[in-house]
């Protein structure tokens, strides 16, 4: 498998405390990879390095083929809008707009008209077990409906990697089983890469492969690489 | 006990023989449990007739144990209900070997931060396979059976994550058992 991804050595603190000290990870084309560890270990930094969130203090960062770290912040805003998704642990939804209009918020973004990123997110509704709740605020669904629409919202305009941090940290064990579920047959139909940074095994399980990350730095990996 | 309550659940249902008795509890419960052998089937049969708690409820011609049919009695119904509402004192199901051999690492000097590191991704690899088996599963009592493991697996990834928090203070108080050549 090629890699489409790949963060090399990367190294980035926050005044004087180091979150991430060398930790170096890639990820192939339709991959699934889980990234645990501890709270304060720098997952979360390490995939705010890698979706161009945060511009690291050492190291590189490359996206099919092209090294990413070093550009101006308009184009990793182009880069976020057009090729990577997001799903966070509380889905961090538009609160004022309604579930459809939050998940055809990207394409909106994207310059599509509003029918087509509405007839696009209907879909996405259907798909996801939505039906009947495209009208409904983030605040009257259940928490796992809310990350359902985070992850449509996500996955709506195509993105050739979705980020997801501590996507099922909100959920209870079953509602996180089916959210996984969800995440990796999504994923899996669109070829869609994913990385997953959790704390919990039970989620890292889910992908691929899993790294693991202990105070910055690789420290062990699970599954073929 | 727990296969004399299966076979009064199954005989609850309706009356049976045997052998009816004895596939459904292998489609059922084997999974979980183990495959019952037929002499095991009429001996604990027996016992319960013995008890009161279930009676033959007639014998078919022909020779062979399983001409009779067995039903459950009133008794056997009192008796299911209450060990169905009777909870079961929790199981630590302490994993002896991975506590020993963390105490044993740090007494005799090696690093026990190697072999947690080692076992993690053991116990990682385990749970993958087990949740990608579930993906496949076609039963939901499948699927139950196998997070019941995966649980299981998640409790002592938590009890290593939590006790390499600990080492330093642990490796403290064995100090003493170390071998004097052993830092």
Same mark, same amino acid.
């Given at each position: 498998?090629?890699?489409?991804l790949?963060?090399?050595?990367?190294?980035?603190?926050?005044?004087?405390?180091?979150?991430?000290?060398?930790a170096?990870?890639?990820?192939?084309?339709?991959?699934?990879?889980a *990234?645990?560890?501890?709270?304060?270990?720098?997952?979360?930094? /390490?995939?705010?390095? #890698? $979706? !161009?969130?945060?511009?690291?203090? @050492?190291?590189?960062?490359?996206?099919?083929?092209?090294?990413?770290?070093?550009?101006?912040?308009?184009?990793?805003?182009?880069l976020?809008?057009?090729?990577?998704?997001?799903?966070?642990?509380?889905g961090?939804? *538009?609160?004022?707009?309604?579930?459809?209009?939050?998940?055809? /918020?990207?394409?909106? #973004? $994207? !310059?599509?008209?509003?029918?087509? @990123?509405?007839?696009?997110a209907?879909?996405?509704?259907?798909?996801?077990?939505?039906?009947?709740?495209?009208?409904?605020?983030?605040?009257?669904?259940?928490?796992?409906?809310?990350?359902?629409?985070?992850?449509?919202?996500?996955?709506?305009?195509?993105?050739?990697?979705?980020?997801?941090?501590?996507?099922?940290?909100s959920?209870?064990?079953?509602? @996180?089983?089916?959210?996984?579920?969800?995440?990796?047959?999504?994923?899996?139909?669109?070829?869609t890469?994913?990385?997953?940074?959790?704390?919990?095994?039970?989620?890292?399980?889910?992908?691929?492969?899993?790294?693991?990350?202990?105070?910055?730095?690789?420290?062990?990996?699970?599954?073929?690489? | 006990?727990?296969?004399?309550?299966?076979?009064?659940?199954?005989?609850?249902?309706?009356?049976?023989?045997?052998?009816?008795?004895?596939?459904?509890?292998?489609?059922?419960?084997?999974?979980?449990?183990?495959?019952?052998?037929?002499?095991?089937?009429?001996?604990?049969?027996?016992?319960?007739?013995?008890?009161?708690?279930?009676?033959?409820?007639?014998?078919?011609?022909g020779?062979?144990?399983?001409?009779?049919?067995?039903?459950?009695?009133?008794?056997?119904?009192?008796d299911?209900?209450?060990w169905?509402?009777?909870?079961?004192?929790?199981q630590?199901?302490?994993?002896?070997?991975?506590?020993?051999?963390v105490?044993?690492?740090?007494?005799?000097?090696?690093?026990?931060?190697?072999?947690?590191?080692?076992?993690?991704?053991?116990?990682?690899?385990?749970?993958?396979?087990?949740?990608?088996?579930?993906?496949?599963?076609?039963?939901?009592?499948?699927?139950?059976?196998?997070?019941?493991?995966?649980?299981?697996?998640?409790?002592?990834?938590r009890?290593?994550?939590?006790?390499?928090?600990?080492?330093?203070?642990?490796?403290?108080?064995?100090?003493?058992?170390?071998?004097?050549?052993?830092?």
């Amino acid at each position: 498998m090629t890699d489409l991804l790949i963060g090399r050595d990367l190294h980035k603190s926050f005044g004087l405390i180091p979150a991430l000290r060398g930790a170096s990870i890639s990820v192939a084309a339709g991959e699934i990879v889980a *990234v645990m560890g501890p709270s304060g270990c720098g997952k979360s930094t /390490l995939l705010h390095c #890698l $979706a !161009g969130i945060l511009a690291p203090d @050492a190291g590189e960062v490359h996206f099919a083929g092209r090294r990413i770290d070093q550009l101006p912040d308009r184009e990793r805003v182009q880069l976020r809008r057009t090729e990577f998704g997001f799903v966070f642990q509380f889905g961090q939804l *538009v609160p004022e707009l309604p579930a459809i209009e939050n998940i055809a /918020l990207p394409l909106r #973004l $994207a !310059g599509k008209n509003s029918r087509t @990123a509405l007839a696009a997110a209907a879909g996405w509704l259907r798909r996801l077990d939505l039906d009947g709740l495209g009208t409904r605020l983030p605040g009257e669904l259940s928490g796992g409906q809310g990350q359902r629409v985070a992850l449509a919202r996500a996955l709506i305009a195509h993105p050739r990697v979705v980020f997801a941090d501590e996507p099922t940290g909100s959920l209870d064990s079953f509602a @996180a089983d089916q959210m996984m579920d969800l995440i990796v047959d999504t994923a899996r139909e669109n070829g869609t890469s994913v990385i997953v940074v959790t704390h919990e095994a039970r989620v890292a399980a889910h992908a691929d492969r899993t790294v693991v990350i202990r105070d910055g730095l690789n420290a062990i990996q699970v599954g073929a690489a | 006990m727990t296969i004399s309550y299966a076979l009064l659940t199954l005989l609850e249902g309706s009356a049976r023989h045997g052998y009816d008795l004895k596939q459904s509890y292998d489609r059922r419960l084997a999974a979980a449990t183990k495959p019952i052998q037929f002499g095991q089937i009429y001996r604990i049969l027996a016992q319960l007739v013995r008890d009161g708690r279930a009676e033959v409820l007639g014998v078919e011609a022909g020779a062979g144990p399983d001409r009779k049919r067995y039903a459950i009695t009133a008794e056997g119904v009192t008796d299911l209900d209450a060990w169905l509402s009777e909870p079961e004192e929790p199981q630590p199901l302490l994993h002896s070997v991975l506590f020993t051999k963390v105490l044993l690492a740090l007494i005799s000097g090696r690093s026990a931060k190697r072999f947690l590191d080692v076992q993690r991704a053991t116990h990682l690899a385990a749970m993958t396979r087990l949740t990608h088996a579930r993906r496949r599963a076609t039963t939901t009592q499948d699927a139950i059976l196998i997070d019941f493991q995966l649980f299981h697996i998640e409790a002592d990834l938590r009890w290593l994550d939590h006790t390499e928090s600990r080492l330093a203070a642990l490796a403290e108080e064995v100090r003493d058992d170390r071998p004097a050549d052993r830092p």
